[in-house]
């Protein structure tokens, strides 16, 4: 008779190997043969809070930009150089950042890092493509003017963030575009795109030596300097009431308050603090409210917004202009609620379920995967976190929770920011 031991469990993290290239740089990798697919995610540092103060949009123009190739591919011979090979690449811009995604199958890894290292070293940023991308992006804005959930957000950054980078819209606005020049790109381009700001992931096909010859092949060229943090701020103007008037029939109410920072001892805590607020699934205290008891909205929720330099509380909803003042004065009576009486055992252990099964479904895929991973690094985390993130949801306890509501919500004063024709707001 035979007994088969079966081999210890591996942690998620475990799978993570921290690959180094010849040239020194850096990556996060999981190894999966299970399909000839690479998944690339990686990140620059700096994004849209590098914007100088009155060209704001440019870090989302530099963005759109990078796809237009570099040397002797150029536009539309860069984009078929992509398409023969099945290569996607795309760049986009977040808070603090700039990031790229990369797929490719592994058989053409070679091909793909190398298009990738064209596009970052030196895009053209020929006048006319500059011209053609702050047409586009001039026109997403002009769309937005009319938009009540765009309206409301850029209402409530501008106010809650006065003064700091956070405050001026990522894609800028029409006055801020019109200033943007090419050598205003070309700067940024030299202050964000470095080794120095540079995060990667990977998920996929491929093993330690061929990743990081593949990453010297992408990023070697680039120059080594790194940007400085994005300064610290916290959400301003609690009690204020910002109303854009819209000729439409209901109105987007955006509220928040300063949240509770990533590496806080409290970080876990107020994510099932604000789960039970107002998080993803139908039974928040907020949900049950405003649309089950009152019917009020359509839907309504909140989350936690983790960005470098603030952490903030945000909630949105959309309803009646006749039932707007209603519909906020619920939310705020709910959130002096949970702030004075905390929360009770069956609503922490039903958030720390929602928590725990609905991250797990977040890592259904490659791409989502080195999404993860780079955001990790990115956050200054270790790949354990990926592992110790459920064990502290999970160690949550009753005066846990209460502490981080008190924390959280504190006096239930809150930012507003509403876009429509409210009545009594």
Known sequence: MTIHVPPP??????????????????AWLVEDHTLPILSVQFGFRGGPVLDPSDRAGAARMLADLLAEGDGP???????????????????????????????????NAERAFELLGLALRAPHLAPDDVAR????????????????????????????????????????????????ER????????????????????????????LGVALDRAFA??????????????????GDQIVTRLELPQSTIRFGRPGIPRTDPDFAAAMVVNQCLGGGDLSSRLFRA??????????????????????????????????????????????HRLAREGLAADEIDRAKGYLLGSHKLRLDTSPAIAALLLQLQLDGRKPDWLDARNRCIAAVSLSDGARAAERLLGDGGLLVAAAGDPEGL
């Open 73 to 107: 591919l150029e536009g539309g011979a860069f984009r078929r150089a992509l398409g023969d090979r099945a290569i996607r690449l795309s760049f986009s811009i977040w808070s603090d950042t700039l990031r790229g995604e990369l797929k490719t199958l592994s058989r």
């Open 290 to 335: 405003v649309r089950e008891t009152r019917g009020l909205c359509y839907s309504i929720r909140t989350m936690l917004q983790f960005a470098d330099g603030a952490s903030t509380l945000v909630g949105t909803t959309a309803t009646r202009n006749d039932r707007a003042a209603e519909a906020l004065g619920v939310v705020q009576e709910e959130i």
């Open 9 to 26: 469990a591996t942690t998620f993290a475990e799978r993570v190997q921290r690959v180094r290239s010849p040239g020194g740089l850096e």
């Open 133 to 180: 991308i702050r047409g586009a992006v001039a026109s997403e804005v002009r769309a937005g003017l009319s938009q009540p959930d765009t309206v409301a957000s850029r209402a409530f950054a501008a106010r809650g963030f006065g003064g700091h980078p956070y405050a001026r819209p990522a894609n800028g606005d029409l006055a801020s575009l019109e200033r943007i």
């Open 221 to 238: 060229e680039l120059p080594p300097e790194a940007v400085a943090l994005t300064p610290a701020t916290v959400l301003g103007g609690l």
């Open 183 to 210: 050598a205003d790109l070309v700067a940024l381009h030299a202050r964000m795109v470095s080794r120095g700001n540079l995060r990667v992931a990977v998920v996929g096909a491929i093993g330690p030596e061929a």
